[in-house]
């Protein structure tokens, strides 16, 4: 259940973000931002572990991305509904 996941816990913060992006502030609000979508998003009867294992993924897949400075709101919203839509049909195994 959705409710069992703290969002906070894997809320970046600019310190996560320093090594990678050169406005560490803005990428860990924007990273926050795909993070806080895809639980939103998310069923509110999604199993715990399922969307652990897609947060861990989403954190993976953006926080080093040198484009999530780029990318516009739309575009990552997109990106969250294909992910969600996707999950099942993806090859996830390195997250599970």
Do not use: C
């Not at 069992?4 to 913060?13: E, G």
């Not at 990428?27 to 572990?49: C, P, Q, S, V, W």
């Amino acid at each position: 259940m959705k409710d069992n996941v703290d969002i906070h816990v894997v809320l970046a913060t600019p310190e996560d973000m320093d090594d990678h992006h050169s406005d560490p502030h803005e990428a860990a609000e924007r990273l926050n931002f795909i993070l806080h979508a895809m639980y939103d998003k998310a069923d509110e009867d999604i199993d715990t572990g399922r969307l652990e294992r897609i947060l861990h993924y989403t954190w993976e897949e953006w926080h080093q991305n040198a484009s999530l400075l780029d990318i516009d709101d739309d575009e990552l919203l997109d990106w969250v509904d294909h992910t969600l839509a996707t999950w099942d049909d993806a090859d996830n195994s390195d997250f599970y």
